[in-house]
């Protein structure tokens, strides 16, 4: 009798663990559904398993997040952050092998303004977006317009799908009105304002001096001269490197404004629509000349005399 017992709590177990074991192999590599949607998904940096989990199935994606979590950890699966679209008809397991492989669907990119075009094909080519040279060779002539933002892109975007993305959002955000003058301007006014609420002022700086046929004499423009001048490719160049006082008339470019009147022939970096917008409304004002304190606070003056006598009582501040 006792042997029955024995036997009979035995073969109870034994269900027990077959039935568990079937439940985690269906749980495992059976689909939430049928359903072929595609499902966005995020994994953020730092997220533990148990939160990736959850997120899968508020997204109904897997059917158990503990299982789910509990097969991660068990396999010591090493979920690898990115964007990525999942369909429910995919298992838990072929999700687990796309996540620690790190097979992003989509990568984030953020274009923050005032960069060249070389500094963008550089932090493309750093973060394995897509080569120097493809984007370099694509974004020819399209300096000024590559609108910085923060993208969404696929995994496997060409550097024209990146130019396009970007393109594309300048004219979308800036309605298709700005002209090549006011966007060259505005690249100006990126690189040397310091706070939102000085842009419009220092656009109305250059555009005064624009007005009377006087030089804009604008440092950046030097910067940009000086460094296509010593750039040797993508390496670790690094732009917008100081300048001394015989650069002003020493850095032979055409977008130097210190040796050419007006505007430089095109943009000078990538601006943001606070400059875009800025140069489309100068600041109406008698203001020709500016220099920037230490601590960012632009000083304002009518005529050179009032410039250098400021330049003089800030001295200390500059």
């Known amino acids: 009798m006792r042997k029955k017992v024995i036997f009979f709590a035995i073969a109870i177990c034994m269900i027990a663990i077959f039935g568990i074991v079937g439940m985690l192999v269906y749980f495992i590599y059976s689909p939430a559904s049928a359903s072929q949607a595609q499902v966005f998904f995020e994994v953020k940096d730092g ?8 997120g899968l199935k508020d997204k109904e994606l897997i059917h158990s997040s503990k299982i789910f979590a509990y097969y ?23 999700i687990i092998s796309v996540l620690i492989n790190g097979e992003v669907s989509e990568k984030q990119i953020t274009i923050i303004e ?7 094909a550089q932090y493309l080519a750093k973060n394995n977006i897509t080569t120097y040279a493809d984007f370099m060779i694509a974004s020819e002539g399209k300096e000024g317009y590559l609108f910085p933002d923060t993208y969404r892109i696929s995994a496997k975007a060409s550097a024209n799908e990146i130019i396009e993305k970007l393109t594309n959002n300048f004219k979308q955000k800036t309605a298709g009105d700005v002209s090549q003058d006011v966007l060259t301007l505005a690249s100006i006014v990126e690189r040397e304002a310091k706070q939102d609420n000085e842009r ?19 440092d950046p423009t030097v910067q940009y001269g000086k460094d296509t001048n010593n750039a040797k490719g993508f390496g670790d160049f690094k732009y917008w490197q100081p300048i001394s006082l015989a650069d002003y008339t020493g850095v032979d470019s055409k977008f130097n404004t210190y040796l050419n009147a007006g505007l430089p022939p095109a943009p000078i970096c990538n601006p943001g629509l ?5 140069s489309l409304n100068p600041e109406k004002h008698n203001y020709y000349y500016y220099f920037h304190l230490a601590d960012g606070t632009a000083i304002y003056s009518k005529n ?15």
Not at 47 to 54: D, F, P, T
Not at 114 to 120: F, H, T, W
């Open 304 to 318: 050179l005399a009032e410039h250098n006598a400021n330049k003089l009582k800030y001295q200390n501040e500059r």
């Open 114 to 120: 005032g960069l060249r075009r070389e500094e963008i």
């Open 274 to 278: 606070k400059s875009i917008k800025a």
């Open 72 to 94: 991660a950890k068990t396999t010591n699966a090493n979920l690898k952050s990115g964007l990525y679209y999942f369909s429910p008809s995919q298992s838990a397991k072929q």
């Open 47 to 54: 997220q533990n398993k148990i939160e990736i989990s959850q």
């Open 200 to 218: 419009a002022k220092i656009a109305g700086v250059y555009q005064n001096r624009i007005n009377i046929g006087m030089k804009l004499e604008a």
